[in-house]
């Protein structure tokens, strides 16, 4: 929940323990169970620094037509303060690539915002490309997506 409030301090800090609240009890079924879900953590000392994850992508932005496809979306890129500009983050999304690559994921979609300091061109260098930006002028939510099979996109 720290990780969250650092990120969107904007919001109402209630809202970040309903929302993680919701995220826990969902956890283990929708990362650790589901064949299209993955989670990888980093430690130092038995002390958390970096977490990411995928998920089957749900396909709740009208925006974007994935059709039929199998795709996951990648969540919780958080790496703590004192481990960032290390290549830990990178690190860490090679693994979850991997994972994604050996389950015959074929495209990995993610969404970010500008606000977040370095997000787009830290995913853009992971291979991601943008395929839409959405016109709200707060959060400019910005879509992108991977492809991971031969022939890639």
Do not use: C
């Amino acid at each position: 929940m720290a990780a969250r409030a650092d990120m969107f301090s904007m919001l109402d800090p209630s809202l970040h323990l309903q929302k993680a609240q919701r995220e826990l009890a969902n956890f283990q079924q929708s990362y650790l169970e589901h064949p299209d879900g993955a989670f990888f953590t980093a430690r130092v000392d038995g002390r958390l620094i970096a977490t990411v994850g995928y998920v089957a992508y749900d396909q709740r932005f009208p925006q974007l037509d994935f059709g039929h496809e199998r795709v996951v979306e990648v969540l919780r890129m958080y790496v703590h303060p004192d481990w960032r500009r290390t290549g830990l983050a990178s690190k860490l999304f090679a693994a979850l690539e991997q994972r994604a690559r050996q389950e015959g994921i074929r495209r990995m979609y993610l969404h970010t915002h500008p606000f977040l300091p370095g997000s787009i061109s830290f995913w853009e260098q992971q291979g991601f490309s943008v395929v839409h930006v959405d016109d709200d002028p707060v959060w400019r939510t910005t879509h992108m997506n991977r492809f991971l099979a031969a022939g890639e996109r």
